[in-house]
Structure formats: structure tokens, C-alpha cells
């Protein structure tokens, strides 16, 4: 299993920026996605967005498409989600997953791996 540590979360204003880190161990990323869901008060976890480890591949929800962009570091077998134009409807708590469902995948179900969560508060 693949052992994730997020950070990078906190609070910022309607038409803000974030950027959230996830740094991965424990496995060879080759043949994953990683992904970004998130989870607001009384609210199904939800899909944000995810990336294909060994080509680079996005893919995004509509909901973040334009203004969230995933990418990720092999070097530090880091995955990033750089938020832009933040609104307080992306308040949640942010979690980062780890999966090998084929690329496209954004079941909270196709990934077997998580971490603990990072907040993002956006204030309006």
C-alpha cells in the first residue's frame, strides 16, 4: 500500500490561491493514479481531480476544470494541486488518494490508498 502525507492547506479569501502537497512512499508509482477528493460538512466525498503517474495525464471534475491544476514531481514522488480563483464552495477537507484503476477513474472506490486530510477554508 502507498503511505500519503498531505499539507499545505489553511484559510484564504474568495479569489485566492493554495497549493496542496501530497508526498508518497511505500510503493512504485508507476502504475497509479493519483487523485484529490474532497469532503464539505454533511457532504459525500467527491472527486476533484487526478493524475496518471507514469505519463503525466490529468483529468479534472467539472466543478474545478480552469481553475485547479494537478502535476506532479517524480524526482519527490510528490503530487500537487495548485488552486486558483478559490470559492467557498471548494471548503472542505482535502484528501489525497492512490489507486491502479485505469486512467479516467474517479470512484472514491478505484483508489485503495489515502491520506489524513488537509483543510482549505475559503472565507467570502
Known amino acids: 500500500q502507498v503511505q500519503l502525507v498531505e499539507s499545505g492547506g489553511g484559510l484564504v479569501q474568495a479569489g485566492g490561491s493554495l497549493r496542496l502537497s501530497c508526498a508518497a512512499s511505500?510503493?512504485?508509482?508507476?502504475?497509479?493514479?493519483m487523485g484529490w477528493f474532497r469532503q464539505a460538512p454533511g457532504k459525500e466525498r467527491e472527486f476533484v481531480a487526478a493524475?496518471?503517474?507514469?505519463?503525466?495525464?490529468?483529468y479534472y471534475a467539472d466543478s474545478v476544470k480552469g481553475r485547479f491544476t494537478i502535476s506532479r514531481d517524480n524526482a519527490k514522488n510528490t503530487v500537487y494541486l495548485e488552486m486558483n480563483s478559490l470559492k467557498p464552495e471548494d471548503t472542505a477537507v482535502y484528501y489525497c488518494?492512490?489507486?491502479?484503476?485505469?486512467?479516467?477513474?474517479?470512484?472514491?472506490?478505484?483508489?485503495?490508498?489515502w491520506g489524513q486530510g488537509t483543510q482549505v477554508t475559503v472565507s467570502s
Open positions: 493524475i496518471r503517474w507514469s505519463s503525466g495525464s490529468p
Open positions: 488518494a492512490a489507486g491502479t484503476s485505469p486512467y479516467g477513474s474517479s470512484s472514491s472506490g478505484s483508489f485503495g490508498s
Open positions: 511505500g510503493r512504485t508509482l508507476r502504475s497509479y493514479n
